[in-house]
Nanobody, 124 residues
Framework: QVQLVESGGGLVQAGGSLRLSCTASGRTSSVNGMAWFRQAPGKEREFVAGINGGGGLLYYGDSVKGRFTISRDIAKNAVNLQMNSLKPEDTAVYYC?????????????????WGLGTQVTVSS
């Protein structure tokens, strides 16, 4: 089994920055593609950013493109999300997801393993 643990969430003012991290443990040989999703109250879980196993393919949701950057530390089995120019509409619980496949799709159903999430709150 694979465990994913997120960290780095918190409260920040609009225009500020936060960096989220997610570390995988357990059967990490099963982890290939990784991604970040987010879910605001009353809304569906939304794709934010994804990265392939080698770290060379990065892709983003339209709402965060140009503001967020995903990266991967393969040696540490970790994936990070640098979030800049944060907006109140970025407020959500952010979840780390991983898959045995080469990449995580933009649908939450493509994720094999989930973390418990970390809260990000952006005040106006």
């Amino acid at each position: 089994q694979v465990q994913l643990v997120e960290s780095g969430g918190g409260l920040v003012q609009a225009g500020g920055s936060l960096r989220l991290s997610c570390t995988a443990s357990g059967r990490t040989s099963s982890v290939n593609g990784m991604a970040w999703f987010r879910q605001a109250p009353g809304k569906e879980r939304e794709f934010v950013a994804g990265i392939n196993g080698g770290g060379g393919l990065l892709y983003y949701g339209d709402s965060v493109k140009g503001r967020f950057t995903i990266s991967r530390d393969i040696a540490k089995n970790a994936v990070n999300l640098q979030m800049n120019s944060l907006k109140p509409e970025d407020t959500a619980v952010y979840y780390c997801g991983a898959t045995r496949a080469a990449v995580v799709g933009r649908s939450a159903s493509s994720v094999d393993y989930w973390g418990l999430g970390t809260q990000v709150t952006v005040s106006s």
